[in-house]
């Protein structure tokens, strides 16, 4: 040991000592040799030094195909979609499959089959498809998303919200790692009333400051809530809609939860605002909401009011409003078409009503849907509080506590609601 030592000891000091030329150097074999670089330029030194470095692929939206989901039969809007579909814009639309005779069973048998497209989109170097939904209410930048997808090398990955107890059972919840991929997703787990409005399900309550909250925002909202929103590679997608998951019809409830355990799942947090418009009370509190970023209401465009009152409202395009009329807390959808004065005075002189709200009207906490007709003196309040109503025979439906009357319906003059 010792004698090795002072070989290696003098071998040291003699190459201390010398210029060694890097270019034309060759160790002897079975001698350890050490050299000082303080002597060498950048050029040589440089051969030591770099280390490969590998950078994360750019996003490319030339990569990216996406698909907007157009929603269900809409049951929970009811009677908003009795007329209509559910989201205002459309790509996926509730239609007879491939043969003709099949609707679609869920969101994964919708893309499933239209999975001829994508097929084809693959020979085209589409790598990653978006799956979107048309009844959210939300702004994002999309490519953000995908970068994130492929920063993480995922198959799949899962858009996601903070969520609080009041809310949590009406989603997906997932639970995640340190990595942020997802190691459990249960689809609108049931859980246990609280003493308030909420359902606690204490079983998928996780540490949300992994996610970047503060500890007061993660007490506030225990549960990472899936949006609905994914990313898919492309390859991952066909194998599981073709092969590994040809019986599931719904990503979320079905394809999400299998996919967790055989693949790289990941979650990317959007914590800004979104809303989920496919309930009555969604709907009318999302679109109440924008009332609050100006004075008191918002009034569209082509709107007849005559002195009227109008209070945290909306009020949509070809609205008229006669006379001490009094709207609070109300959206009222506007109407296809005008009806001239002439049209109006005769309508009546017939003992009928016109499209719009007439004279001394009082109306509060309501959805007003197109071409409504609201005769004089009617008060709609709901004084007495009831949540659930249908009276489709009297032109309106009360849904979670809030009046809706109905597309084209007809309330009398005197109508107390």
């Not at 008191?296 to 006379?323: K, N, P, T, Y």
């Not at 609070?328 to 109006?344: C, F, N, S, V, W």
Request: one cysteine or more; a negative charge; aromatic letters at 8%.
């Amino acid at each position: 040991m010792d004698s090795t030592c002072a070989t290696l000891s003098t071998n040291l000091v003699n190459a201390s000592k010398t210029c060694i030329n890097l270019r034309t150097f060759k160790p002897r074999t079975g001698i350890a040799y050490a050299v000082l670089t303080s002597d060498i330029n950048e050029e040589e030194s440089t051969a030591f030094q770099e280390v490969p470095t590998f950078e994360t692929p750019k996003a490319d939206p030339k990569s990216v195909a996406s698909i907007i989901l157009g929603g269900g039969a809409g049951t929970r809007l009811f009677p908003l979609t009795s007329r209509r579909a559910k989201p205002a814009v459309l790509a996926a639309t509730q239609t007879p499959g491939e043969t003709g005779k099949k609707w679609f069973q869920g969101t994964a048998d919708a893309v499933r089959q239209f999975i001829w497209v994508f097929e084809d989109a693959k020979n085209k170097n589409v790598e990653h498809i978006l799956i979107l939904s048309g009844d959210h209410l939300y702004r994002m930048d999309y490519m953000d998303f995908v970068q994130k997808h492929i920063d993480t090398n995922a198959d799949i990955t899962v858009s996601c919200v903070p969520m609080d107890d009041s809310r949590a059972s009406d989603y997906g919840l997932m639970k995640i790692d340190k990595t942020g991929r997802i190691i459990q997703f249960a689809e609108k787990p049931k859980g246990i009333r609280s003493e308030g409005n909420g359902i606690l399900i204490v079983s998928q309550r996780v540490d949300t400051t992994l996610l970047g909250l503060s500890p007061e925002e993660a007490k506030k909202h225990p549960y990472i809530a899936s949006m609905g929103v994914y990313v898919f590679r492309t390859e991952t997608l066909l194998k599981l809609l073709r092969w590994s998951c040809s019986s599931c019809n719904d990503f979320g409830s079905e394809i999400i939860p299998s996919a967790v355990s055989e693949h790289n799942v990941q979650a990317y947090l959007f914590n800004d605002y979104w809303e989920d418009i496919g309930t009555v009370k969604s709907f009318f509190d999302a679109n109440l909401a924008l009332t609050e970023h100006i004075v008191d209401a918002i009034i569209s465009h082509g709107c007849f009011l005559r002195e009227c009152s109008v209070q945290h409202s909306i009020v949509g395009v070809r609205s008229r409003l006669e006379s001490c009329v009094e709207l609070q807390d109300t959206m009222m959808m506007g109407a296809d078409y005008y009806q001239t004065e002439p049209e109006i005075t005769s309508l009546r002189a017939e003992g009928k009503v016109p499209i719009g709200v007439g004279e001394n009207t009082k109306i509060r906490n309501c959805i007003i849907d197109k071409n409504a007709k609201i005769g004089r003196n009617v008060i709609i309040a709901n004084a007495d509080g009831v949540q659930e109503a249908d009276k489709t025979k009297e032109g309106f439906y009360i849904r979670s506590g809030i009046t809706i009357i109905l597309k084209n319906a007809t309330i009398k003059d005197g109508t107390v609601i």
